[in-house]
């Protein structure tokens, strides 16, 4: 009956937008404000793509990376990928290993695309969610979330920023641990996720029809959050 209880009442809030728009942030602090869980769906799409270089090494370059993993077809269930929350925090387990400190090298992030491409990696991911929403109210970040995911969510945020801003924010991110990068290279890497992201043919990035748009690039963290808790207080 409690189990019942908790699905009937469970709330779903999407947070969709491109990289570096600070959407996982912005998803974490609102789902601390509200005891939610924040699920970050594209750290599961990393962790598959984690496990398929465990399986078959990251290849001299992405594009052969690519290529190996199409040629030896591995279904994602050849692999035992485990989402578990403590105290609302998302932590992603290989083969009971924590893989959660490995998943955001600039190698990896090169080459999720061939694994976020896969219909069958997208249809373990999206069940991995659904499971998730069952038995949690949650926050989610993402890219198709409001769109195919969760269409029929009760809140829909689009995060977005102009991609200067976003190369800005992500190089003082990075600047500090490798400070041979520019500004330009990680522009570069952005706009390339960008187009990656907005064309792929399934769970492709999108404006929900139904959401509420938020261009971040003249608003600190604290006002986007506030705007945003403002928004869910007025709707409750
Ligand atoms: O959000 P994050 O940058 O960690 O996502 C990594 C990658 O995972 C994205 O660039 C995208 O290719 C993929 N992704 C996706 N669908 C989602 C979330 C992420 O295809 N819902």
């Known amino acids: 009956m409690e189990s019942q209880n908790r699905i009937m009442n469970s709330m779903i809030i999407t947070i969709d937008g491109p990289a570096g728009s600070g959407k996982s942030t912005l998803a974490k602090s609102i789902a601390d404000y509200l005891h939610y869980i924040h699920v970050d769906s594209g750290a599961i ?18 594009q052969l990376f690519g290529e190996a993993f199409k040629f030896l077809s591995i279904p994602p269930e050849e692999f035992s990928l485990r989402v578990e929350f403590s105290k609302q925090k998302q932590t992603i387990f290989l083969d009971d290993q924590n893989i959660t400190p490995f998943l955001r090298s600039r190698e990896l992030t090169e080459r999720i695309r061939y694994i976020a491409d896969h219909f069958l990696y997208r249809k373990a991911v999206n069940k991995i969610l659904k499971e998730i929403s069952k038995l949690h109210s949650i ?10 995911v969760f269409p029929e969510a009760q809140f829909k945020f689009y995060i977005d920023a102009s991609i200067e801003e976003r ?6 991110e990075i600047y500090p641990q490798n400070p041979k990068i520019t500004l330009e290279e990680i522009k570069k890497e952005i706009a390339k996720r960008d187009e990656e992201d907005k064309t792929r043919k399934i769970g492709a990035l999108k404006i929900p ?12 963290r604290n006002m986007v959050l506030n705007l945003i808790l403002s928004i869910l207080n007025f709707k409750f």
């Open 45 to 62: 799409y990393r962790g598959y793509t984690y496990a398929v270089i465990q399986k078959i090494g990251y290849k001299e370059n992405h």
């Open 139 to 148: 926050v989610i970040d993402g890219r198709d979330m409001g769109t195919e």
């Open 209 to 220: 029809k139904d959401s509420i748009i938020i261009d971040t690039s003249f608003l600190s």
């Open 167 to 172: 190369a800005k924010r992500r190089f003082l």
